[in-house]
């Protein structure tokens, strides 16, 4: 009888790529202030005490520390107003030091999220959430990626997994992961050109779909829930989530979880990104090429209007 024996799954390492990015991107800084002595320069605006924001924004000022880079962190109390925060970001959009914005998500309930994305002027929108530089990705001209879903596409890339001419199917409608990716990998361009199927809660029947997919991308933000038996054999399997679960073993009585179910999924497919270690560090990385981009670009419009 013929036996097949299963290749075990490639494991894609997202740390190992991201630190390879920010040292390209770090080279790269360094020839822009030999050339131009302008040092990338990035606000983070953190609003309230969310333990989660603080520690994302702590973790992206190391990343700015690391590459040479300029930040600044505005800390501001819960009972911040609309206009107190807007009128800070116009003040940080008018700072020559600062090419890159970022304010830290989710806001406080009593502040319109969209009012304050929408106040940050779009060359210094290095999250590529302001509605500009949304059309632009939408429409397939150059403008700054949303970081995470930036990060997937350079994850595929460096790891020689072409989208091109692939069913990629998406879990997940967000506009920060599900909506951009999707729209990042259906564009008729290179490390792109899929065909892209996205399913949400509205989906009746998710595993019909995600067997189907040569590239599965999850961002649901529900622990482990996508399993082995709904991915297709040799499928490349992409884990955005990041999910926090008890776990008595260990020091900290938890550890993290991806939305895929690691150990089953492992036996199925061709590759897969772990959590952490995949995605994850991906997005910093990314966030610091905007930044880089947005001093370039800055650098640009300024030589052109002397
Ligand atoms: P989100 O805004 O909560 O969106 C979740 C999406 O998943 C929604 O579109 C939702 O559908 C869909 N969904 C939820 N449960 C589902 C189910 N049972 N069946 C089908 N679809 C379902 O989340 P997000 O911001 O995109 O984040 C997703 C996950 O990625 C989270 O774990 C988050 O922590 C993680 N994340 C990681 C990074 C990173 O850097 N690694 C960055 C961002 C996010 P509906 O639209 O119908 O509600």
Redesign the pocket.
Known sequence: MKRHFKMPAQIINGKKISEEIKQEVKKQAEALYKETGVVPGLAFVLVGDNPASKVYVTMKGKACEELGFYSITLKLPTETTEEELIEKIQNLNSDPKIHGILVQLPLPSHINEQKILQAIDPIKDVDGFHPVNVGKLVIGLDTYLPC?PA?IQELLKRSGINPSGKHVVV????N???KPIANILLQKKEWANATVTI?????KD?SYFTKQADILIV????PE?IKGDMIKPGAVVID????RVDDPTSEKGYKLVG?VHFESAYEVAGAITPVPGG??P??IAMLMKNTLQAAMNQVLTKQFSN
Do not use: Q, Y
Request: hydrophobic content about 40%; proline content about 0%.
């Open positions: 995470t990060g879990v997940g409608r967000s920060i992961v599900g399913c949400h809660t509205g989906t998710i961002a649901m933000g529900k829930l955005v989530g990041v999910n939305d995605v994850g991906m997005t």
